[in-house]
């Protein structure tokens, strides 16, 4: 897909369009932050709805008029009540109106009197990504790697650091080298709370092993990556399983395989070894502008992969009272799986 | 209200409970990680499901087990399907129930042959704070008062610091001085970009002037605070307008008032200074576990505020292509609303 850059917001308005047409929907009431950005170029800080059909616009809070005009190819107008936006619907005589998935229920409940239905038609466009996105995120991957690098968790470990204290220098190092943010918050977590796949920074002194699971975002785009970092026998040979699922499942992944079947060759190695019942996660998840997006690595996805997907393999095994391994790398889909990055998986 | 800490979990629910058969609601279903940890103590790292009736029960993914046995006063079970829930629900003979404003399309879809009603009785009960909610968001305000203090703004532009290095040296400090997290992304805006209620930190030297909306969390609570830093005589003059419609809104706080009474008071403040259309927003809005709570000082907002709300006043004027000026103090209700803190207005 060479789309250029000024014109990608058309080409995926075009894509929606068609589709919405082909299941004879007049519109879709759009109220996801990054669908929006998207859709237009324009990320909300607050509160927007997109209304997408031939002639699309964009109902913005007062407060963000002045950046969403700067920033979207798509007219804006400045959203006043919902009744009004009914009205408008009624004026440009939509009557069956597509919703997303994520859209809450006191927007859906003022919008019943449509006929509705729930699309997941823009989730479904996102799942391929151009390649300027590709780009975006191959940069932020980049960033989130070289800042991992220049922390030095072995060094941090040997002198007391505390797992706040980490986060706070990975995420200032990501900003330091070029990205906007991070992908979500991250996790630096030692010792027993290893265990928990979401444990959250403590006041605590590095204990062993290190799980940091971090990213970064570039010009919207999330990456996300996983280490741990292993000091004991034990934490080895899990450590060895894990990375055996892991390189397995990458493997595994190429277009035309179903997303399940990936998930089944990192559980089935997993099992083998006897800790299936300690790998309490799906094998991974798609990325993009959402940390999480579809597909999902797991038993239940039964999607097709197909080229240019951007994918994280993650397996882990959790041992309770003990510690957690996890290495999780992302990829891209192709023939055969292409690892973004070259961050070695043991560090 | 003198609850004890270990009790308060079942007096919130208890209350809820009361105003559920009030309204011949057999259950809520709750997925608001905020309103689950309200309701039994445990903060879902991925999606979690409360069912609240008699007894209460929560879902929970199953990476997330561990965290979830440990922290909530709550039975746990393992989430499996949407199907396995409707089940469970048609056991227990719900068959009016109650779901959250906020609840997604896709799960409300889910539970549609039941007879729905959305409520808010959840985030109602949440308008007025415990004793030990509004220790804890006064910890909060201490800890950012202290750290923007420490931070010293007018030394950082004098220094030529970033907008972003300011913004994660004043994350970390509040880190550092206790607090768990951010509540929000902090603003840290100079110059232009000042007239951008939401802007985002930049890759750029501080210009002036310098306006700081920033706030931390304390064991679940935020807090939330905004001071602009002035230079220039023009800034000054705005700046004491907003700090009139401030101090004067905070005048007109008190228990038996309605929330859209008091916007009105800073907005016709700001009106006969000929800035009417440049305070873009709503002059505030309650806070707590989350930044945006019920009710918001809006001039849509009819409620009546009552002893132990927590509300912000944050009048601002933006003037674009020059700068922006905001002031924001947090509040408790009573018979005369008490100042948050001691934080002066004009750093």
Same mark, same amino acid.
């Given at each position: 897909?060479?789309i250029? !850059?000024?014109?990608?917001?058309?080409f995926?308005?075009?894509?929606?369009?068609?589709?919405?047409?082909?299941?004879?929907?007049?519109a879709?009431l =759009?109220?996801?932050?990054?669908?929006?950005?998207?859709?237009s170029?324009?990320l909300?800080t607050?509160f927007?709805?997109?209304?997408l059909?031939e002639?699309?616009?964009?109902?913005?809070?007062?407060m963000d008029?002045?950046?969403a005009?700067?920033n979207?190819?798509?007219?804006?107008?400045k959203?006043?009540?919902f009744?009004k936006?009914?009205?408008?619907? $009624?004026? &440009?005589?939509?009557?069956? /109106?597509a919703?997303?998935?994520?859209?809450?229920?006191?927007? %859906?409940?003022?919008?019943?009197?449509f006929?509705?239905?729930?699309?997941? =038609?823009?989730?479904?466009?996102?799942?391929i $990504?151009?390649?300027?996105?590709?780009?975006?995120i191959?940069k932020?991957?980049?960033?989130a790697?070289?800042?991992l690098?220049?922390?030095?968790?072995?060094? $941090?470990?040997?002198?007391?650091?505390?797992?706040?204290?980490?986060?706070? !220098?990975?995420? %200032?190092?990501?900003?330091?080298?070029?990205?906007?943010?991070?992908?979500?918050e991250t996790?630096?977590a030692?010792?027993?709370?290893?265990s /928990?796949?979401?444990s959250t920074p403590?006041?605590?002194?590095l204990?062993?092993?290190? /799980? =940091?699971? %971090?990213?970064c975002?570039?010009?919207?785009?999330?990456s996300?990556?996983?280490?741990?970092?292993?000091?004991?026998?034990?934490?080895?040979?899990?450590?060895?399983?894990v990375?055996?699922?892991?390189?397995?499942?990458?493997?595994?992944?190429?277009?035309g395989?179903?997303?399940?079947?990936v998930?089944?060759?990192?559980?089935?190695?997993?099992?083998?070894?006897?800790?299936?019942?300690?790998?309490?996660?799906?094998?991974?998840?798609?990325?993009?502008?959402?940390?999480h &997006?579809?597909?999902?690595?797991?038993? $239940?996805d039964?999607t097709?992969l197909e080229?240019?997907?951007v994918?994280?393999?993650?397996?882990?095994? %959790? /041992?309770?009272?003990e510690?957690?391994?996890?290495?999780?790398?992302?990829v891209? =889909?192709?023939?055969?799986?292409?690892l973004?990055g070259?961050l070695?998986?043991?560090?």
């Amino acid at each position: 897909m060479q789309i250029k !850059e000024n014109n990608i917001h058309d080409f995926h308005i075009n894509n929606i369009l068609k589709k919405l047409d082909q299941k004879d929907l007049d519109a879709i009431l =759009v109220a996801n932050f990054n669908n929006i950005y998207y859709l237009s170029g324009y990320l909300s800080t607050s509160f927007a709805f997109l209304v997408l059909k031939e002639n699309p616009i964009i109902f913005v809070s007062e407060m963000d008029l002045e950046n969403a005009k700067n920033n979207s190819s798509i007219d804006i107008v400045k959203y006043e009540s919902f009744e009004k936006m009914v009205e408008y619907f $009624k004026e &440009e005589e939509i009557r069956n /109106l597509a919703i997303e998935s994520d859209l809450t229920a006191n927007v %859906y409940d003022k919008f019943k009197d449509f006929n509705l239905t729930i699309s997941d =038609v823009i989730s479904t466009e996102r799942m391929i $990504k151009s390649d300027g996105e590709i780009k975006k995120i191959m940069k932020a991957s980049d960033i989130a790697h070289k800042s991992l690098i220049e922390l030095d968790v072995r060094a $941090k470990q040997e002198k007391a650091a505390l797992e706040w204290e980490c986060a706070y !220098e990975l995420a %200032y190092l990501m900003r330091k080298n070029g990205a906007s943010a991070e992908s979500f918050e991250t996790i630096f977590a030692s010792g027993l709370v290893s265990s /928990l796949p979401h444990s959250t920074p403590r006041h605590h002194i590095l204990d062993t092993p290190v /799980l =940091v699971d %971090y990213g970064c975002k570039f010009e919207g785009y999330c990456s996300d990556t996983t280490r741990t970092f292993i000091y004991t026998e034990k934490q080895e040979e899990i450590s060895s399983i894990v990375l055996e699922a892991h390189d397995k499942a990458i493997d595994a992944i190429k277009a035309g395989a179903k997303a399940c079947e990936v998930d089944k060759v990192a559980r089935d190695i997993i099992t083998e070894y006897g800790y299936g019942d300690n790998f309490i996660h799906s094998t991974g998840h798609s990325l993009g502008l959402d940390i999480h &997006e579809n597909p999902s690595i797991s038993l $239940k996805d039964k999607t097709v992969l197909e080229n240019n997907m951007v994918l994280t393999v993650e397996p882990g095994i %959790y /041992l309770e009272g003990e510690f957690g391994i996890r290495i999780e790398d992302m990829v891209l =889909v192709d023939k055969k799986a292409k690892l973004i990055g070259n961050l070695p998986q043991i560090l």
